[in-house]
């Protein structure tokens, strides 16, 4: 009985003094006023700026000086939007859609096949060769290619049209792409690829019917980005097309700058139109994007 009370009491005296402890770690915590400074300001940083050319491009030309950058519109309009569309916004919606959708599907698919081959191939030397040759493909700019580029498009009589754009956005698009799906590859167990060839499943079967679905994330992830990438794309459509229905969205802002004035409401109004496609494809993907960025590298 003794035994007991002593034991009870022990343990009260081990509750209180972990109770003490909390209290005292409680009071000791103290918020992270630094952080939360940093935080407000990367997030006013962000924001504000889409927060401009969101309210801007419901503003007319002619108040747009007279009034505050920041302020609302107090007469919204949809004539700025109204402009954009009837000045071919269609067409150099169509041609971006075109250059983006015709670029990316390749090359995601390239990749994906070239990242499997390198990770499940015999790590022959030409597999070795092929991989630092898409490795050193990551450490050109596209800058520093534009005239061996622009001379073998005039060479291919591509010049000004879209299928030169698509050619080497593909190559552009291919390094990184074999780089992301290859690291994603290497996480998939190779006991799943053994039971797939007792199975009876040749490289081909076990490539789309198991490599494919449980990289989708890397997939979605590159694709995304590629088409992010190519579609705000501006040197390429600059340098290899000439003909006014040959441009793309970005290069299609100009239309809106004048001689001696820009009219920037229209300008932004194009700018929200360009960036709705990009929006919609992160909304749908952007679970298997961000799985894609946090599992790719897992090794």
Sequence with gaps: MTMDVTQTKERERTAASGTHRRLNGARGERPNWL???VSLLWLAVVIIPIYWIVITSFKAQS????????APPTEPTLANYRMVIESDFPLYFV????VTIGAVVP?????FMAAYAIVRGNAGRFLRGVNSLFLMGLAIPLQATIIPVYLIIIRLHLYDSLLGLILPSIAFAIPLSVLVLSNFIRDVPKELFESMRL???NEWMTLWRLAFPLT???VVTVTIYNALQIWNGFLLPLILTQSPDKRTLPLALWTFQGQYSVNVPA????????????????VVGRRQLLSGLTAGFSK
């Design 199 to 201: 199975d009876g499943a």
């Design 107 to 111: 090359a995601v698919a390239f990749s």
């Design 63 to 70: 108040s747009y000086y007279a009034t505050n950058p920041l």
């Design 35 to 37: 952080g939360g400074l």
């Design 95 to 98: 041609n971006s859609l075109i």
């Design 216 to 218: 989708r994330p890397a």
């Design 267 to 282: 300008v932004l109004a194009s700018v929200v139109l360009t960036t709705l496609p990009i929006l919609i494809l992160y």
